[in-house]
């Protein structure tokens, strides 16, 4: 069972664009929603997490929007950069984010110059 | 290097044999979690422990997968009789649970294991 989806599997977009990954869950217990990014070889970096009180967090060029009565939940990069380019995972996770944590399939994103 | 490490980076076997792999986690924290990616996938959780006490394990784990924390401090996992459909990116987090608080999980960079 997949408790969160996540469209598209993959994203190009030329530098300086916004990118924009969504993610779906269906646990309504789920209460932390984090976006990972992973470069190849590498393990997953936490990037921003986004907690069901709020509808929108940004840090940096990086925004989690969050739309709680249709279980879903956005990733936006702003002014994107060739650097960006990595594998984005959303996940969700009951009691914070220190307990097991469910994750997207990924979306591989490619920022061209 | 304060970051979570974990031993071998890469790891090929033959079916059959068994593999144990080490985690380090960051040295204050006191969570520890196994996750496992294949390729194209995300990562699924497979166990954590809090201290020396393992508190969860995924259905995912199957009886020939076992993983201990005997201090505490590092945990390792091993998998006896390896299979084909082991190969994987075996991943460790470590996260500090504090006062009630969660925080986050920062990731190690994997064993990858290749099962011939």
């Known amino acids: 069972q997949q408790q969160v989806k996540q469209s598209p599997q993959s994203l190009i977009v030329q530098k300086g664009g916004i990118p924009i990954i969504n993610c779906a869950y269906e646990?309504?217990?789920?209460?932390?929603f984090p976006w990972y990014q992973q470069f190849p070889g590498k393990g997953p970096a936490l990037l921003i997490a986004i907690r069901p009180d709020v509808s929108e967090k940004k840090e940096g060029r990086f925004t989690i929007s969050f739309n709680k009565s249709a279980k879903q939940f956005s990733l936006h990069i702003m002014d994107s950069q060739p650097g960006d380019s990595a594998t984005y995972f959303c996940a969700a996770s009951m009691g914070g984010g220190g307990n097991k944590l469910t994750f997207g399939t990924g979306t591989q994103l490619k920022v061209e110059l | 290097d304060t970051g979570v490490s974990q031993d071998p980076r890469h790891k090929i076997t033959k079916r059959g044999q068994n593999v144990t792999f080490r985690c380090d986690p960051i040295s204050e924290h006191n969570r520890l979690y196994w996750y496992r990616q294949t390729l194209g996938q995300g990562p699924e959780f497979l166990t954590y422990?809090?201290?020396?006490?393992?508190?969860?394990k995924s259905r995912l784990l199957s009886d020939r997968f076992s993983a201990e924390r005997p201090k505490g401090s590092f945990s390792t996992l091993e998998i006896q009789r390896t299979e084909q459909g082991d190969s994987a990116m075996y991943l460790c987090?470590?996260?500090?649970?504090?006062?009630?608080?969660?925080?986050?999980?920062?990731f190690g960079p994997g064993t990858r294991l290749t099962v011939l």
């Open positions: 422990f809090q201290n020396e006490a393992q508190l969860e």
């Open positions: 646990n309504t217990a789920f209460d932390y």
């Open positions: 987090a470590s996260s500090l649970e504090a006062g009630g608080q969660s925080n986050e999980q920062f």
